[in-house]
């Protein structure tokens, strides 16, 4: 799996992400493009749906929903995950992704 090295606006918010519903992690950081999410178990395989669900209405909306394609995962010492997904959405969609990193990413 490809790792990007160039560094992506941490969130200041808590964002959680889920899958059918189910919890999965919360967005470390985004861009409109990919984003790095971390949890606990197992990090999602293969293309998903992913619900992001924000603190705080943006645009109107208080969820998102995007596909997300894993791209690399690792395992952390404290029993956590950390993995990169690439993300495709809408136009509207990625709009709001951005408007959500230049607001409350750490720029």
């Known amino acids: 799996m490809e790792r ?3 560094r992506r606006p941490r969130l200041r ?7 059918d519903r189910k919890p999965v992690g919360h967005i470390l950081n985004l861009t409109d493009e990919g984003l790095c999410l971390t949890g606990r178990g197992t990090p999602p395989q293969g ?14 909306h208080r969820e998102l929903t995007v ?4 791209r690399w995962h690792d395992y952390l010492p404290n029993g ?8 495709l959405a809408d136009e509207n ?11 409350y990413g750490d720029n």
């Open 13 to 19: 918010l808590n964002v959680r992400a889920s899958i």
């Open 47 to 60: 293309s998903q749906s992913l619900l992001l669900q924000l603190p705080l209405p943006l645009s109107g």
């Open 4 to 6: 990007r090295r160039f």
């Open 80 to 87: 956590h995950w950390r993995g990169g997904f690439k993300l």
């Open 67 to 70: 596909m997300a394609e894993p």
């Open 93 to 103: 969609t990625a709009a709001a992704l951005t408007t959500l990193a230049s607001r």
